[in-house]
């Protein structure tokens, strides 16, 4: 894959995480009942905090989420569609969950395919892989005054490294980056869609965690 294919992968793969995270965001805000400018503010949060960490570490300056008017528009959208209509998005607890760990999966490849690009050793590409994949759902969280999903008792952090893995794993034996890329993006999102579903969690002292959602049966 050539330096223009891989940019634009990432950008495609940036722009749809951004729209699912927003949507994630948006629909957190209607929940606790913010009005509208509250909704848009925390799905732009939501949908552009992981991105803007990453770009400024690996020094991509100013960071695509401020520089190209497409993140603002994709991020606005999302928060007007769900004010708007909450009720064709939403259905319950778990869709929000479910566009989280979307997003999730689209942010931790991208942004470690990003970081590979920019020059990163493996083991740092795939940890800003993951920083990119979380930053978000935790800048949501906290807006909410919410413990954070990624330090709760269930796989969310190890996914988007898991995802991350593949990436890096991909690249170094130079195999095709769209395909290592969507394999990364499926692992990660299983592994959190899973964690959703069956109530896996890593161990924690103290006991047994209640997982963030009861298992399906």
Not at 83 to 105: E, H, M, Q, T, Y
Not at 169 to 177: E, K, M, R, S, W
Request: aromatic share 6%; hydrophobic share 50%; net charge neutral.
């Amino acid at each position: 894959m050539g330096e223009h294919e891989a940019a634009t992968l990432v950008l495609v793969l940036d722009l749809a995480g951004t729209f699912v995270f927003a949507l994630s965001g948006a629909l957190a805000g209607v929940k606790t009942r913010l009005d509208l400018f509250g909704v848009l503010v925390l799905s732009f949060a939501a949908g552009n905090a992981g991105g803007i960490a990453r770009d400024v570490l690996i020094g991509a300056t100013p960071p695509g989420a401020v520089s190209d008017w497409r993140y603002l528009v994709v991020s606005l959208l999302a928060g007007i569609v769900t004010f708007w209509s909450p009720s064709n998005i939403d259905r319950g607890r778990v869709p929000v969950l479910v566009f989280d760990a979307a997003g999730l999966a689209l942010f931790a490849v991208a942004g470690t395919q990003k970081a590979l690009a920019f020059g990163l050793n493996p083991v740092m590409a795939a940890g800003l892989g993951m920083l990119t994949g979380i930053g978000g759902g935790m800048t949501r969280d906290v807006l909410l005054s919410e413990i954070p999903t990624v330090l709760r008792a269930d796989l969310y952090a190890v996914a988007a490294l898991a995802g991350a893995g593949v990436v890096v794993v991909g690249a170094t034996l130079h195999l095709p980056a769209a395909g290592t890329t969507l394999t990364g993006a499926a692992v990660c999102f299983g592994l959190r869609y899973g964690a959703i579903r069956r109530g896996w969690h890593l161990p924690i002292s103290g006991g047994t965690p209640k997982p963030s959602e009861p298992p399906e049966p």
